[in-house]
């Protein structure tokens, strides 16, 4: 139970920088540096020079790509989404291949690379939640559970790169990677040792329903991120990197959307800190989550008012997943029946 508790964190914390990376990759435009999968650019290194490739390198990965998207487009036709396959099949930019570049390349090999660590990471976690199957199943159940998942987030990855970054598969892949985090955070929690602290019922139900408020709205925050996102991608194919700081103005609806959601935000998570403080709870993890959330916005009006620094955006898209962590394990903490809740 113990070496689960310890490993399960170290798992968690190699999820958080593997959504820093992809929000590194996706910044500098690096998510077609290896156009295929899982090899990059047919090699388990990845090379250093165009002269490294074959001619018809272009060509090769864009066949290799129609191919797999044709398979993709049958999956999607059996669960009904005729529309989304037919849109991938007939856009003739999927199957355009990019110039080789050095850097692109290394970035998205080393963003790989990252979830290959994480994949020996879950398997070992898993390993270790199965042994423990006789005390409790539950432990058993979610690490294999955080296994397949993270199998399947493997296979999705591949169908992003075919399809070329379609925007949608993007959001799909940064969701599951946020239910990996959830699944690992409630392994951790449940592992292990704890000190209880009381509480009174009613205060403690008050704070959860503020908490499960928290995340709805955070993860619909995230999910309006990732369309802003989107179409920022869309200004810039068409502006170019050059007028970075005319992106914000072009933006629509979608921006002063997420933007105006960042008030409902930081609006209760204000309420839940003072509940917190009010009950007299010394929670480290309750102004912690407020820091970040301060944090979060900061970067975001950064990003708003400086002309979308590269590197800010791989920042402010991690802190927003760990808003979501934070928030999930301070609602395990707050959900121990009876008794109150649990801090490390």
């Known amino acids: 139970m113990r070496l689960l508790h310890r490993f399960s964190l170290i798992t968690l914390i190699a999820i958080y920088v593997l959504i820093l990376v992809g ?4 910044s500098t435009g690096s998510g077609m540096g290896c156009p295929d999968w899982p090899k990059c650019m047919g090699r388990w290194i990845p090379p250093t020079d165009e002269s490294q490739l074959p001619e018809n390198y272009k060509d090769y990965y864009s066949s290799k790509r129609a191919e797999k998207n044709v398979k993709f487009a049958k ?4 669960f009904g989404f005729e529309e989304s396959a037919n849109r991938i099949l007939n856009d003739e930019s999927i199957l355009f291949e990019n110039d080789f570049n050095k850097y692109k ?11 290959v660590v994480i994949g020996f990471c879950i398997l070992i976690t898993c390993f270790f ?3 423990l199957f006789k005390e409790s199943k539950t432990i058993a159940i979610l690490g294999t559970l955080s296994l397949i998942l993270t199998v399947f987030q493997a296979w999705f990855g591949s169908i992003v790169v075919s399809t070329k970054l379609v925007p949608w598969t993007i959001t799909i892949h940064m969701f599951l990677a946020i239910l990996i985090v959830a699944f690992l955070i409630y392994l951790y929690f449940i592992s292990g040792r704890n000190v209880v602290i009381g509480l009174p019922g009613n205060n403690r139900t008050k704070i959860k329903a503020l908490l499960i408020a928290c995340m709805v709205i955070g993860v619909v925050q995230i999910f309006l991120g990732t369309q802003v ?3 920022i991608d869309v200004i810039a194919a068409q502006m ?5 700081d005319s992106w914000i103005g072009a933006l629509g609806m979608e921006f002063i959307i997420h933007r105006t959601f960042s008030w409902l935000v930081l609006i209760l998570h204000g309420l839940l800190l003072f509940n917190i403080m009010k009950n007299d709870v010394k929670s480290k993890l309750g102004y912690g989550l407020m820091s970040v959330v301060l944090l979060s916005i900061l970067t975001g009006v950064v990003m708003a008012y400086f002309g979308i620094p590269a590197f800010i955006q791989p920042v402010h898209l991690l802190l927003g997943t760990l808003i979501f962590g934070l928030e999930f394990l301070l609602f395990l903490q707050f959900s121990v029946k009876d008794k109150g809740i649990r801090e490390y």
């Open 129 to 131: 939640s199965l042994r």
């Open 23 to 26: 929000g590194i990759v996706r």
């Open 240 to 244: 170019g990197a050059a007028n970075r």
């Open 229 to 231: 996102r989107e179409a």
């Open 75 to 78: 999956y999607l036709r059996a």
């Open 105 to 115: 390349t290394w970035v998205e090999y080393i963003n790989r690379l990252t979830g």
